[in-house]
Antibody
Framework: EVQLVQSGAEVKKPGESLKISCKGS????????IAWVRQMPGQGPEWMGV????????RYSPSFEGRVTFSVDKSVTTAYLHWTRLQPSDSAMYFC???????????WGQGTLVTVSS | DIVMTQSPLSLPVTPGEPASISCRSS???????????LDWYLQKPGQSPQLLIY???KRASGVPDRFSGSGSGTDFTLKISRVEAEDVGVYYC?????????FGPGTKVDIK
């Protein structure tokens, strides 16, 4: 069974760093794009970008480039989303999702809720 | 960037009746390979989005055949032939032709 399992909810202070994870299983991890999607409270999803686990090729949405970093660890079939300095506006639910390349996200993680508050 | 719009934004439905949602893109989603790069997702309350339709009209694995997608270029439609109670949630279209991919604002479907 294909699964994407994300790390648990986080509560952080402004200026802190954070890395959340998305572990893939049940499929060839290096053969599917992993996307990150933000969903702010009461809003629709926003596509943040994608990473190709085979070679870490990344494509960021201009809205998020420079503010977040995507990475993978192929040895543990896990993708990561990293912030160096969180802001309250980063408070949202973050989903990872996988695609074979046509952009259609067939499987999604359960989401990680990030709360940034002083 | 491609801008996606949807209508209606709210859709009260009666179980057993049909329902239809429209999605429009600011640029054509028709690729030179003949495919329309338009997906439909359903996000049920408290859940992650789930893929219903990809490439404009192809049902994703496990999706009931009461769901169908149609359209080409800039105008697309998702139809539910007979709504069931489990179909409530927010429906999003998403263009997958050129990054950054963008979602529509969503159509909230609930039971009358």
């Amino acid at each position: 069974e294909v699964q994407l399992v994300q790390s648990g909810a986080e509560v952080k202070k402004p200026g802190e760093s954070l890395k959340i994870s998305c572990k893939g299983s049940g499929y060839t991890f290096t053969s599917y794009w992993i996307a990150w999607v933000r969903q702010m409270p009461g809003q629709g999803p926003e596509w943040m970008g994608v990473i190709w686990p085979a070679d870490s090729d990344t494509r960021y949405s201009p809205s998020f480039e420079g503010r977040v970093t995507f990475s993978v660890d192929k040895s543990v079939t896990t993708a990561y989303l990293h912030w160096t300095r969180l802001q309250p506006s980063d408070s949202a639910m973050y989903f990872c999702a996988m695609s074979s390349g046509s952009g259609s996200y067939t499987n999604w993680g359960q989401g990680t809720l990030v709360t940034v508050s002083s | 960037d491609i801008v996606m719009t949807q209508s209606p934004l709210s859709l009260p439905v009666t179980p057993g009746e049909p329902a239809s949602i429209s999605c429009r893109s600011s640029q054509s989603l028709l690729h030179s390979n003949g495919h329309n790069y338009l997906d439909w997702y359903l996000q049920k309350p408290g859940q992650s989005p789930q893929l219903l339709i990809y490439l404009g009209s192809k049902r994703a694995s496990g999706v009931p055949d009461r769901f169908s997608g149609s359209g080409s270029g800039t105008d697309f439609t998702l139809k539910i032939s007979r709504v069931e109670a489990e179909d409530v949630g927010v429906y999003y279209c998403m263009e997958a032709l050129q990054g950054p991919f963008s979602f529509g604002p969503g159509t909230k479907v609930d039971i009358k």
